[in-house]
């Protein structure tokens, strides 16, 4: 269910609310340009700062907005287990596709807290659910063994997205975890590296930008041609690396401000790139010829 290109898309604001109609012209760029999914109300949606009907909101108009032409992979975690699971139960009402569950941020549970809270949600709901893992930012990382056990025991757990940034971690997710489980980079720098190892593509920010770009190297891997997959990489590596100068969606919405995609906006604590780090995104920019 989960391979290719799949965008973890911004939440675009105007006037201290959410820009409905933006929101949607962002949906049809993606799919127009090759993307395979749609990831509304993750982190670079900046999931943290909206409101709960904010977040019900933002997955109601993807959801209809898409209308089954990729799938909608709802960002419905959190660090409460009781507060995912309705976020999770109402993204499954309002007709998401599968769900999107970050570990527990700030609580830092042990690996059977983290067992315990993926298993309860997974048993609350009938979609299937993708893990995602980033101790960078929850302080947790989900064991191999963990993400294993919650394969083996939960159908609807089938599929991590992996931005530990470790290729050994992922590597043991592979050897461990059943065959169809599905493997995700959870880092545009490393989609290719994942792919060589059995991952079936990326869960992409730097796609907000260039969606056909991703897409055709994702594709151009499963085709075989590693060549031209390897030319994308590499070419894609600067920008790359631009959009993540700063913590994410902090570079990707300033660069969609500056390409006139979107209102660059982001809800405090969240702000937007300046100064020196805003000098090197506007050169990433401009010698990937987006500016």
Not at 42 to 71: C, M
Not at 148 to 169: F, H, P, T, W, Y
Not at 196 to 217: F, R, T, W, Y
Request: with cysteine; charged share 25%.
């Amino acid at each position: 269910m989960f391979k290719g290109s799949i965008v973890a898309s911004v939440t675009p604001f105007k006037n201290g609310k959410v820009d409905e109609e933006k929101l949607q012209e962002l949906i049809e760029f993606q799919i127009k340009n090759g993307t395979s999914g749609i990831v509304p109300c993750g982190t670079t949606g900046e999931s943290a700062t909206l409101t709960f009907e904010e977040h019900e909101r933002v997955i109601e108009i993807t959801v209809k907005k898409v209308n089954k032409r990729v799938p909608v992979i709802a960002g419905t975690g959190s660090n409460s287990t009781q507060e995912a699971i309705m976020l999770t139960r109402h993204a499954e009402k309002l007709g998401a596709d599968a769900s999107l569950q970050v570990s527990p941020y700030y609580n830092r549970p042990t690996q059977r807290g983290l067992y315990e809270h993926f298993k309860a949600i997974a048993d609350s709901v009938k979609i299937p659910i993708m893990l995602y893992n980033i101790a960078s930012r929850t302080g947790v990382n989900i064991e191999p063994e963990t993400i294993a056990r919650l394969a083996k025991d939960c159908r609807n757990i089938i599929s991590v997205k992996e931005a530990s940034g470790s290729l050994d971690q992922m590597s043991r997710i592979k050897a461990l975890c059943p065959p169809d489980f599905e493997l995700l980079s959870g880092d545009d720098s490393l989609t290719l590296p994942v792919m060589s190892i059995g991952g079936l593509g990326i869960v992409s920010v730097v796609a907000n930008i260039v969606p056909k770009d991703v897409a055709e190297m994702v594709a151009a891997f499963e085709k075989g041609n590693l060549k031209k997959a390897q030319e994308i990489h590499f070419r894609l590596l600067p920008l790359t690396k631009a959009i993540f100068i700063e913590t994410n969606p902090g570079p990707i919405k300033t660069a969609m401000g500056l390409l006139g995609m979107c209102d660059p906006v982001l809800r405090l604590p969240m702000v937007n790139v300046a100064g020196d780090n805003l000098v090197k995104l506007e050169k990433a920019l401009k010698d990937y010829g987006l500016l």
